[in-house]
């Protein structure tokens, strides 16, 4: 009887991690899992500007588990001005965004010198039947957003993305909470432009990139990102990528209005589903 009570546990576990992969609408659209290492350059900057340089790298992480998305972000990255002394900033961001849409828990903690100097942790919820639309912090301790119907989540708002893409869409506006800082919700206005051709970038013999992941078609993209309370015309800062149909992203572009980084893929390769079993993986 244990034997067959174990077998039966195995085929249900084989069983549950299959029906809840099959609930994740980004699987089903196409994207992979996988992790991304990008180098970061400072590409532009104004005469009046006191920043001399910016160099770093940022980690990239992105899977789905058995009921949600799972992402981390880890920033390294050294600033360098002409009046003061440099700056080395480490950030680690992660985040658990339910497939539904629903809910939504972050954690992020940047360091400057090694001494933390920002912290944020919280969760959300958004269309959750009989509770708020809202976001309610744990650090900073009550600070608390409404979020406005129809707020979408960073995976959600990447599907979104993607149908509109596929529909022919050129222009798209939502409204985003990714728990990224302590100043809520923001507009982005989303501009797809060429899709031509797949892009890939100049590789050339590096090994640390699988092609496969960087080989699906690819858009140029533009977005726009506003403080969702303030109406001033041009945004706070804005994004030019490309942008892959599996959900890599092979190339940045960041303009904060002072200065501009580049961020170059350097290193990617794909990950397992974080819901499936050992038996599953064989």
């Known amino acids: 009887m244990k034997v067959i009570y174990i077998i039966f546990l195995l085929v ?25 290492l990008y180098d970061i350059k400072l590409s532009t900057k104004k005469s009046s500007s006191n920043i001399s340089n910016i160099s770093g790298k940022m980690f990239y992480e992105w899977q789905p588990s058995c009921d949600a998305w799972i992402s981390n972000h880890r920033f390294d990255m050294l600033y360098e001005y002409a009046q003061s002394p440099s700056v080395r900033v480490t950030s680690d961001f992660s985040t658990y965004e339910s497939f539904d849409g629903k809910s939504f828990n972050f954690t992020l903690q940047r360091k ?30 009550e600070l ?6 129809g707020t979408l989540f960073p995976t959600a708002h990447t599907l979104a993305v993607l149908d509109k893409i596929k529909a022919g869409d050129k222009f798209y506006k939502a409204t985003i909470f990714d728990g990224s800082d302590a100043k809520g919700p923001v507009d982005i206005n989303s501009l797809i432009l060429s899709n031509e051709a ?35 015309i041009t945004p706070d800062y804005e994004m030019s ?3 892959h149909e599996n959900g890599v992203i092979s190339d940045m572009d960041v303009d904060y209005g002072d200065f501009s980084v580049t961020q170059k893929l350097i290193a990617i390769e794909p990950l397992d589903d974080a819901c499936l079993t050992d038996i599953d993986k064989e």
């Open 12 to 36: 249900l576990s084989g069983f549950s991690s299959l029906v809840n992969a099959a609930l994740d609408p980004a699987k089903e659209m196409g994207m992979l899992a996988h992790k991304a």
């Open 112 to 141: 400057r010198g090694g001494m933390v100097f920002e912290e944020v942790r919280g969760s959300a919820n958004a269309g959750e039947k009989d509770y708020p639309d809202e976001v309610i912090y744990s650090i900073p301790k």
């Open 144 to 149: 608390v957003f409404n979020l406005p119907e």
């Open 198 to 232: 797949a892009y890939i970038p100049a590789i050339g013999n590096n090994k640390h990139i699988n092609k496969d992941l960087i080989k699906a078609k690819g858009w140029n993209m533009r977005l726009a990102f506003f403080p969702l309370n303030d109406f001033e």
């Open 241 to 243: 990528m490309v942008f």
